[in-house]
């Protein structure tokens, strides 16, 4: 197990969330998979860059996106949401204040630096 692979304990909160219908062939160790989403997420970097240990780059893509379109990462963040709500703190940029040299010059228009979603 490497440095920041999911612990028993994560994989268990996470594991009945996870699809398991089979289609024709038999799914890799979604542990695994999960793992080398985590570290593509986690180091920002390019999914062809993902280590051996995780297995194909394309498989943990594939994985990543069908989940993702199918509302899996929806369900996983609100459960664990449920879980512990005192763990998700978010920050937007109606409660920070910027030097006043990080503005605009005079007479320019400042953006805000977070993008409000309307549900």
């Known amino acids: 197990m490497a440095r920041f692979d999911l612990t028993?304990?994560?994989?268990?909160?996470?594991?009945?969330?996870?699809?398991?219908?089979?289609?024709?062939?038999a799914r890799v160790d979604d542990r695994r998979v999960l793992n080398g989403i985590f570290w593509v997420l986690r180091t920002g970097s390019p999914w062809r860059d993902l280590p051996e240990r995780y297995g194909p780059y394309t498989t943990v893509y594939n994985r990543f996106n069908r989940w993702a379109k199918?509302?899996?990462?929806?369900?996983?963040?609100?459960?664990?949401?449920?879980?512990?709500?005192?763990?998700?703190?978010?920050?937007?940029?109606?409660?920070?204040?910027?030097?006043?040299?990080?503005?605009?010059?005079?007479?320019?228009?400042?953006?805000?630096?977070?993008?409000?979603?309307?549900?």
């Open 8 to 25: 028993d304990f994560e994989f268990d909160l996470i594991s009945p969330l996870l699809p398991d219908k089979p289609r024709g062939v």
């Open 70 to 119: 199918a509302g899996v990462w929806v369900r996983v963040f609100e459960t664990l949401a449920e879980k512990s709500p005192d763990s998700m703190q978010f920050i937007d940029s109606s409660i920070i204040r910027a030097h006043q040299q990080a503005a605009a010059k005079k007479g320019g228009r400042i953006t805000p630096l977070a993008v409000l979603v309307e549900d």
